[in-house]
């Protein structure tokens, strides 16, 4: 697999995480039944090195944090460079 079509993988994977976060935090809506907001926040660490705890302010957090991880890699994508 090319370097862009992972990091493609990855950024879609970034973006889908903090939907489902903001999708259970504002419905308790889960993206599948395997899927809890454990496995979102773990994914969301495995992103961002943090350790985000179960409460509106973690969940908050961890949106928050990967929306900045995702504008990163739209700037660095505008600038021509590679992920």
Not at 34 to 61: C, F, M
Not at 67 to 75: A, K, T, V
Request: hydrophobic share 35%; net charge negative.
């Amino acid at each position: 697999m090319s370097s862009v079509a992972y990091d493609t993988i990855e950024s879609y994977r970034i973006i889908a995480t903090k939907s489902a976060i903001r999708l259970w935090m504002n419905a308790k809506i889960r993206p599948s039944r395997h899927v809890g907001i454990n496995d979102l926040l773990r994914i969301a660490s495995e992103y961002t090195g943090e350790i985000y705890p179960i409460s509106k302010a973690g969940y908050q957090k961890a949106i928050d944090d990967l929306e900045e991880m995702i504008e990163g890699r739209e700037r660095i994508i505008e600038d021509g460079q590679q992920l």
